[in-house]
């Protein structure tokens, strides 16, 4: 558009910052300055052996890991979350991924990567929400990295087979979510970064990376936009 006239439309229709809403100046794309500046980074990917690391260890093999946000109650992450998974703002998954890369990017911390793997979601699930939040974010991070994004690797779906032969509160436990590769052999020796949006437990991770490593000589890296200590 035109300078002159994309002024004129965002007198009308003002882009708002997703973070505090507020009106964007023309520079700005989807979070203000001041927003960006406030986040409350976790600046792990500066540490050895940082929290995100310790957590994996003894569970399964990672090569680095790293959260961009930390997450507390009262901190404004909390609400990114919020949006980005329930209020349809993909696009602040999306900028966050990029700003996260870039900070990523002034120590290299992901050396060497081939791909960038997002955290499924179930089929219903996206076809609830309509897309991925763990997916936007990565997109942000491959741009800035230049680092392919590969989404069809791996897959979350439900074991459906054993279910029938199972009583009710095991088939409830059995509602687990699993996740599953496509040609995995397409893979081997890849380094390869997993993205979800929020690290609690490690769970998902923990399965995902596991998954994946049935792959020969495959290495895993993890990254997350917010990381939640319990
Ligand atoms: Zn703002």
Redesign the pocket.
């Known amino acids: 558009m035109i300078p002159y006239l994309s002024d004129f439309f965002n007198l009308f229709f003002p882009k708002i910052?997703l973070?505090?809403s507020?009106a964007l100046h023309m520079h700005e794309k989807h979070?203000?300055k001041?927003?960006e500046r406030a986040l409350p980074r976790s600046y792990f990917h500066m540490a050895n052996h940082n929290p995100v690391e310790k957590l994996f260890w003894g569970r399964v093999n990672i090569e680095k890991a790293s959260s961009y946000l930390l997450y507390t109650k009262e901190s404004k992450v909390k609400n990114i979350l919020h949006s980005l998974k329930y209020r349809q703002q993909k696009e602040l998954g999306y900028e966050l991924g990029k700003i996260y890369a870039r900070d990523l990017s002034e120590v290299n911390y992901f050396k060497n990567l081939d791909f960038i793997v997002p955290v499924p979601l179930h089929p219903r699930k996206f076809k609830e929400r309509g897309y991925n939040q763990s997916e936007w974010i990565a997109k942000g991070l491959s741009e800035v990295l230049s680092v392919p994004l590969k989404t069809d690797l791996l897959f979350k779906s439900y074991h459906t087979s054993t279910q029938t032969r199972k009583g009710r509160y095991q088939r409830w436990e059995n509602v687990e979510d699993v996740f599953n590769i496509v040609s995995g052999e397409k893979f081997e020796g890849c380094n390869i970064l997993l993205v979800d949006d929020v690290l609690t437990t490690g769970a998902t991770l923990e399965a995902c990376a596991k998954k994946l490593k049935s792959i020969k000589d495959i290495k895993i890296n993890v990254a997350t936009l917010a990381y939640a200590s319990i």
Do not use: G, Q
Request: proline share 0%; hydrophobic share 40%; aromatic share 0%.
């Open positions: 910052c973070i505090c507020r979070i203000c001041l927003c």
